[in-house]
């Protein structure tokens, strides 16, 4: 039988001890205590009551959360078997131990009040959980008695207790009261403990290790802390951002392992890209992750946002599955109808913000009622069961089709729609080459008060946005160096290799980029003019993250800045809600040389870096992708002449557009463009074919379509890909015209010859050639930037590269002789300007020169 180590006996003064109490078992409450206990416990706490002195109604308190009652002889006799065995504890006194033995059918679980040690055996109670309450032991005799005294319990009472990391001789530590009783089997001495979501209870998320010194920590701090077995002691999220909240600690039945249940935050438990260590979630728990993550980015208009905003059509898809489940007959139709209803019944749970584990917890306080009632049916049900309901006819169709089952498993097809370039006119060829407009007024109308408000107030302006924007509440904006290198329990190997990988290739092409030596040209004899660069002194480089973590643009970014020189490199990314910064992301700005980590993110860094701040050094240009907040932000501190500040280029969606002749293999055409897709609905796709036959061109459609249901993210995919489009053409010639007008983000080359075709591309922010070149190369580790112009502005930007962080200087050096032959040509042209001082200043130098 498993039992809490030692239950508490809550005092009044005891209250504080509450939050460490309840983590280990239940809590044990005064029943005249009850009423002002309950709002200071946990929600997921489990309690008892101490009801023996009470007359109260005491099948009250078990109707209203507690677990078990501790109740008298008398109380035992008067409640008369309305209350079941296994909620009921019966104290009594040593010398009431004759009784107990003839009374052990009628509890669960016996409470003695003794000054001697007892165990259950040395009691003679076999089948019945003991407690044990000694009142004259001292704090070391009450933890040898716990260690020794399995599997009876002993109960200490708050005022005996401490929340302290050690036993004194006035108070017995509840980190080493729980810890007592544990063993282990192993040579380390590590528990396996096995942590469990709060929020999902069918799968764990891993298993790790404790010590006793974790678990005292874990205790006190009511935080995830474990034991590395290479690294000591390991804080949850430390450094990641990835922080657990402890919820409970339990033994199994041997106590020899833990459990930890948590609330985990950020990014996730799991290293890999997964929900656990032993997979993602199925079932029930991955629905509610999905649909959680659908309340927050469903594209308006959609199904599923339809369902969290109409409450009319949610209450009427619940009515109408829970009538086709009670009509089901069949085991398949009964599952497959019960799903449906689980389906749009969590839908409105988390429309609610309620969880499976806040239906859990429900469902746990109704089976803890003793008071039940009539179990019949609620009168307006009733008469709809038995006819009395005309308007609801079960032929009944709704004013609009609605759609049957889960809409996640929509199985219509993701198509692309095909248009055939020559058969177009003018302005519908013009309209092919449209993006989505983007309302840059309105939105830097938006971001002004944002911006302004940095400006006004600063760093506590910054702070205060931060904690509304970011839910961080910090000390300070920014994180200086040295910055420490993540160890591997924050950063895997595997993924520091990656990142070494990508930040060489990336710095290696970005230095083959920068100029070694100054141009200089003799345009005439005695005339020598000059072209130098300098580094752009301060530099801003925006890396969108918080709940995202995002690597590559840092490398993007950073690589290039450290290659040119700047001298102070300002890193802004929001922080995560416990003010930590990604191990990935801190890792990189080590590698680049940032000199300033700004823990912000949106339009609020933006402002920070373009005006600086008593903490954020004022830069002088601003670098990097985001959202329209963003993008309006650099728009409006570019055109401020207060800021002075530049920025790299204007943004827009994410765009692909691929090129693909008879060679192309359908599986690699369509994995390229779902590549974008499935960045946002706004992502533009496009597809230009070149005399594809049908066969080919169906069988890139079905790639498409059988690959973008594999994605997690196929709803979005599913949104790009209905706005994006297949564009047939006759000719390769045809088809780069095209794509020269279009002036793609990322332009891929499916071709026979595709080296050979790079020689008529015009406009394109960045070139992928031939079938084993996917873009993805390039976002992440190739060496070329990921950072690079869209909406067409690839036509007159380049994309990010170490120049964008120079700027050239040119100088001339005019000698004597010089002079002579080009002075006249210039103060005639000044003359012929009407600019005489500019003239005069060549004629007092020739004058000397004639001397």
């Not at 180590?5 to 044990?28: E, H, I, K, Y």
């Not at 055409?669 to 609905?681: M, P």
Request: hydrophobic share 40%; charged share 25%.
């Amino acid at each position: 039988m498993s039992t809490p180590p030692f239950l508490a006996l809550l005092d009044p003064s005891g209250s504080t001890l509450l939050p460490s109490l309840a983590l280990l078992g239940p809590v044990l409450i005064p029943a005249a205590l009850v009423r002002a206990a309950l709002p200071t416990l946990p929600s997921q706490a489990t309690y008892y009551v101490q009801a023996e002195n009470s007359s109260e109604d005491l099948i009250s308190f078990l109707d209203n959360g507690a677990q078990k009652i501790v109740v008298s002889l008398q109380q035992l006799q008067e409640l008369g078997g309305q209350v079941p065995k296994e909620r009921l504890i019966l104290k009594l006194a040593e010398e009431e131990l004759t009784t107990a033995k003839d009374l052990v059918q009628q509890v669960s679980s016996m409470y003695l009040v003794s000054s001697q040690p007892h165990t259950t055996k040395s009691l003679g109670l076999k089948g019945v959980e003991v407690f044990v309450q000694n009142d004259t032991a001292k704090p070391a005799e009450l933890l040898e008695l716990i260690r020794t005294s399995r599997p009876a319990t002993y109960v200490i009472p708050t005022e005996n207790l401490a929340a302290s990391p050690q036993t004194t001789s006035t108070h017995l530590s509840i980190t080493e009261a729980f810890l007592a009783p544990i063993i282990s089997d192993r040579p380390d001495g590590l528990f396996p403990t096995i942590v469990s979501s709060s929020s999902h209870s069918i799968k764990p998320l891993g298993l790790v290790y404790s010590s006793k010194e974790s678990v005292s920590e874990a205790i006190l701090t009511q935080k995830g802390v474990y034991q590395s077995r290479k690294h000591g002691l390991w804080r949850k999220g430390e450094t990641s951002g990835a922080v657990q909240e402890l919820v409970s600690v339990k033994t199994d039945c041997d106590s020899d392992a833990l459990v930890f249940e948590v609330v985990q935050h950020g990014s996730g438990f799991c290293h890999l890209p997964q929900s656990t260590c032993f997979g993602n979630f199925t079932g029930i728990s991955k629905l509610e992750d999905t649909l959680r993550s659908r309340l927050e980015s469903a594209p308006e208009g959609s199904y599923t946002k339809r369902l969290f905003t109409d409450e009319k059509l949610l209450r009427s898809k619940i009515m109408e599955e829970a009538e086709e489940l009670c009509d089901a007959t069949t085991k398949e139709e009964v599952a497959f109808e019960a799903a449906d209803l689980v389906y749009f019944a969590l839908a409105r749970c988390i429309s609610k913000g309620v969880s499976l584990k806040d239906v859990e917890k429900a469902l746990d306080s109704k089976s803890l009622k003793i008071t039940r009632r009539k179990g019949d049916a609620k009168p307006k049900w009733e008469e709809k069961i038995n006819g009395g309901d005309k308007e609801v006819k079960a032929d009944s169709k709704p004013t609009e089709p609605i759609p049957k089952s889960f809409p996640e498993v929509d199985e219509s097809r993701i198509k692309m729609r095909n248009v055939v370039l020559s058969k177009l006119n003018k302005e519908e060829n013009k309209k092919l080459l449209l993006r989505p407009v983007l309302n840059s007024l309105a939105m830097i109308d938006k971001v002004k008060p944002i911006v302004e408000r940095v400006r006004k107030e600063g760093d506590d302006g910054l702070k205060a946005m931060t904690k509304q924007f970011d839910k961080a509440e910090l000390s300070s904006n920014v994180m200086l160096p040295p910055f420490a290198t993540p160890d591997e329990d924050q950063l895997p190997p595997d993924v520091k290799a990656a990142i070494d990988v990508a930040y060489n290739n990336v710095k290696t092409f970005h230095t083959a980029q920068a100029e070694k030596e100054p141009l200089i040209v003799e345009t005439m004899p005695g005339v020598q003019c000059s072209r130098f660069v300098r580094p752009i002194a301060r530099v801003g480089i925006y890396v969108p993250g918080g709940t995202a973590i995002l690597p590559s643009t840092a490398i993007m970014l950073g690589v290039p800045a450290q290659v040119a020189g700047c001298k102070t490199i300002v890193l802004a990314t929001p922080p995560r809600p416990d003010g930590s910064i990604s191990p990935e992301v801190l890792y990189v700005a080590k590698l680049v040389g940032v000199t300033c980590i700004l823990k912000a993110g949106g339009a609020q860094a933006v402002g920070a870096m373009a005006y600086g701040t008593e903490e954020v050094p004022k830069v002088d240009k601003i670098f990097g992708p985001g959202n329209q907040w963003v993008t309006a932000a650099k728009m409006l501190v570019q055109n401020d002449t207060d800021a002075l500040v530049a920025i790299d280029m204007p943004a827009g969606p994410s765009e692909v557009l691929v090129i693909a002749d008879h060679t192309a293999n359908p599986v690699f055409v369509a994995s390229d463009l779902l590549s974008q897709a499935e960045h946002g609905t706004d992502s533009q796709v496009v597809l230009v074919g070149i005399s594809l036959t049908p066969k080919l061109l169906e069988e890139i459609e079905e790639q498409i379509d059988i690959q973008a249901k594999a994605l997690p993210r196929v709803a979005i995919a599913r949104e790009a890909i209905k706005k994006s489009v297949i564009v047939l053409v006759d000719s390769q010639k045809e088809a780069i015209e095209f794509s020269n007008e279009y002036a793609p983000e990322h332009l891929i080359l499916h071709l026979e010859d595709a080296v050979k075709a790079v020689d008529g591309i015009e406009n394109a922010g960045s070139v992928f050639v031939g079938a084993f070149s996917p873009e993805s190369c390039g976002d992440y580790a190739s060496g070329t930037n990921h950072t690079l112009p869209t909406n067409g502005f690839a036509r007159q930007f380049s994309g990010v590269n170490t120049l964008s962080f120079q700027k050239h200087i040119t100088s001339q050096l005019v000698s004597s002789d010089g002079l002579r032959v080009l002075g006249p040509s210039v103060v005639r042209l000044a003359e012929r300007e009407g600019l005489e001082a500019h003239a005069n200043a060549v004629r007092v130098r020739l004058a000397v020169l004639d001397k």
